[in-house]
């Protein structure tokens, strides 16, 4: 179900407990910069300094908390299934042309990684729910394409 936590790969929690730990320093840093409400006002370029490091500080608040909320939603959902491609799964396919890749299910991609397909690309759709021995059908840039797949885990 849609509304049910989503369980992570090891890799994926050890990415976002990094970034957590590095926005908990940087807030740190931001938070300390802020002037104390009582200190006396100085010119505009002051006020807009302060007002950009306070919007710092609510990105990194929300940062923060999703982060944090995805965690605990991770934790409750468990490990990713073995018997099922869903978000966190590892899964190999074989193509067409005889090809066999091993992918990573993931929610989103931060950075340039071939194994990485993100939950909501057409062949990350394609792929959830699928069980070992199913083909898929999914939407390529050339147009519409398969992949059997082969193994989880």
């Given amino acids: 179900m849609p509304n049910e936590p989503a369980p992570i790969s090891a890799a994926a929690r050890l990415a976002l407990e990094q970034e957590l730990a590095d926005l908990r320093a940087e807030r740190t840093m931001v938070a300390a ?3 104390d409400s009582d ?3 100085g010119d505009r370029a002051d006020e807009a300094d302060e007002l950009q490091r306070a919007g710092d ?3 990194l608040d929300a940062r923060i908390s999703m982060i944090s909320t995805r965690l605990r939603e991770a934790e409750t959902a468990g490990p990713p299934p073995t018997d099922l491609v869903g978000v966190g799964s590892t899964v190999t396919v074989r ?3 005889g ?3 091993t992918l990573q299910i993931g929610e989103t991609a931060e950075e340039l990684d071939p194994t990485l ?3 909501d690309s057409p062949l990350g759709r394609a792929l959830l729910g699928h069980h070992a021995g199913d083909t898929v059908s999914y939407d390529a840039p050339g ?3 398969t992949a059997v797949v ?3 885990g």
Avoid: H, I, K, Y
């Fill in 39 to 41: 200190a006396a006002v």
């Fill in 33 to 35: 910069t802020l002037r």
């Fill in 117 to 119: 397909v993100t939950a």
């Fill in 99 to 101: 090809s066999v890749e």
């Fill in 143 to 145: 147009g519409q394409a």
């Fill in 150 to 152: 082969v193994s989880l």
């Fill in 95 to 97: 193509f067409p042309d």
């Fill in 57 to 59: 500080l609510q990105r």
